[in-house]
């Protein structure tokens, strides 16, 4: 269906779910460059 | 849950479990409750006769797909919890190879330098302990991060070499790879110690608050003068020479001035690409505090700065500023997204004197100490506290429709602001949803511009 009055962004973005996650090759968000204001949304997944 | 925003003229909605994210129009932002299509009959008839009953029908259809596909109102994970707490892997440090300062910065949260104690330098069998320690307990990780921190971590160059030249012998043996960082003032900046930055450091932060009014009003030399001056060409000289290596130039706001996009923008126009500038840390007693009233102007800057980023991008004032970068589509995995920063857990600050911190805000809170490097982290109570604290510990943060995306905000933050690592910082989090709506704004804009 075309949609007139939502415009899908983004699908989906939280499929890592589960055992298959948290595999810790990430950096810490405090350390990429705020060291105060602690935030995730922007770190990159590394797998 | 679904979270609905209007912000500079863009109309969206984000569903939190899926995290699918909308660009909607005036009529579905009416349509969409919190946790289900709104149902009142007397706002229905109202739209009805406002819209035309067959464009609601329409855009209830629409709602309705997306709602079958998983993209409204999907249903919350359950398998992530379990998995969340992990006490036993360090992956990550913060060396104060310095506590003490060449700078004297009013706002200063480690007490210019001293972090409440006495002025310091970290020995190299310190330095090294530390390593070792971190080596010994990242278990199967493969990245160690390690910043060089203060004080002024420049004061203590030296060791700053040995301790990489060490990092680099452990990452043969024990087939590890180290990312260096370093956070200066850049006061000591020299050619030399730029161009080892370059060839050693994964990312560099270079602190300047923006214009000279602003910066001098707060960082100022141990004679009290103003910093600017003989800071920012050597923060120029530095990002120059960076070249495409990542660094940020970071500043600091606080309610001496709100309006810090002129700040970033100031920063944008000396050439700098990479900024980050942050809320004030700081007991809420302190005149520069930032307070619940400050916020209203805190989200128009931001407005303001969302739209000097749009006008800047394409041209060769294009930046980037660290909290509007947000990868919709390659985002970290839940399980980081519940625990955060990792701060008492994967995450350690050490002293010059080998004393490990859940993180540098902590140090010097001699009840948070958790161990030193000669006997690792063995204040079990509060690392229990710590790996409890993720958002399925935060009854606010669980309510919240942001929790994925600042993963239930800094520890320290809390327990300054309500002594209690579980209740977030309200200041800090009212900032943070306006910071992820700004972003998500961004990115429907560019993709509008895209097509």
């Known amino acids: ?47 | 849950m679904v979270h609905k925003f209007k912000r500079n003229g863009v109309i969206m909605a984000t569903d939190i479990n899926s995290g699918a994210v909308h660009v909607i129009d005036d009529l579905v932002y009416e349509l969409l409750g919190e946790t289900s299509v709104d149902n009142d009959k007397k706002k229905n008839l109202y739209l009805e006769n406002t819209y035309g009953v067959d464009t609601v029908k329409a855009a209830m259809a629409e709602i309705n797909e997306l709602t079958e596909n998983g993209m409204l109102y999907s249903a919350p994970d359950t398998e992530s919890e379990s998995i969340t707490r992990n006490q036993s892997i360090i992956k990550a440090m913060c060396l104060h190879v310095a506590h003490d300062c060449n700078l004297s910065c009013e706002y200063c949260f480690a007490a210019e330098g001293t972090f409440h104690g006495e002025r310091g330098m970290m020995s190299e069998e310190t330095g090294k302990k530390a390593l070792d320690l971190l080596v010994k307990r990242s278990g199967s990780r493969r990245q160690l991060e390690v910043d060089f921190f203060g004080g002024e971590p420049l004061l203590n160059f030296p060791l700053i070499k040995k301790l990489v030249h060490y990092g680099r012998s452990l990452e043969k043996t024990a087939d590890k790879r180290f990312r260096f960082t370093l956070t200066t003032n850049g006061l000591a900046l020299t050619e030399e110690i730029m161009d080892y930055i370059n060839e050693e450091m994964d990312n560099v932060v270079l602190s300047l608050d923006g214009r000279r009014s602003v910066n001098d009003r707060m960082r100022k030399t141990l004679t009290g003068e103003g910093s600017y001056d003989a800071i920012q060409p050597r923060i120029s000289q530095m990002v120059q020479k960076r070249g495409s290596k990542p660094y940020f130039v970071r500043g600091t706001f606080t309610a001496r001035h709100l309006d810090f996009a002129a700040d970033v923008i100031h920063m944008s126009d000396l050439g700098y690409d990479q900024i980050s500038v942050e809320p004030v840390v700081g007991p809420p007693e302190m005149e520069y505090a930032l307070q619940e009233n400050h916020i209203p102007i805190i989200e128009k800057e931001y407005e303001k700065l969302a739209e000097a980023y749009l006008q800047r991008k394409g041209t060769e004032n294009e930046f980037r500023f660290f909290h509007f970068i947000l990868d919709l589509k390659q985002g970290p995995c839940m399980k980081k997204r519940a625990s955060g920063c990792g701060a008492g857990t994967e995450y350690l600050a050490v002293t010059p004197e080998g004393d490990l911190y859940p993180c540098h805000q902590f140090v010097g809170q001699k009840d948070f100490c958790l161990g030193t490097v000669d006997s690792g982290p063995v204040n079990n109570s509060k690392l229990e506290s710590f790996a409890n604290a993720t958002i399925y510990d935060k009854p606010a943060c669980m309510d919240c429709w942001a929790k994925y995306y600042c993963s239930g905000g800094c520890h320290a933050n809390a327990y300054f602001a309500n002594h209690q690592l579980n209740q977030p910082y309200e200041i800090g989090c009212q900032m943070e949803k306006i910071r992820i709506e700004t972003a998500m704004t961004i990115l429907a804009l560019e993709s509008e511009e895209s097509e």
């Open chain 1, 1 to 47: 269906m075309t949609k007139k009055h939502i415009k899908t962004l983004n699908d989906k973005n939280l499929p890592a779910k589960g055992a298959d996650t948290g595999c810790g090759e990430c950096q810490t968000s405090c350390q990429s460059a705020c060291k105060t204001s602690c935030t995730v949304g922007n770190q990159i997944c590394e797998k």
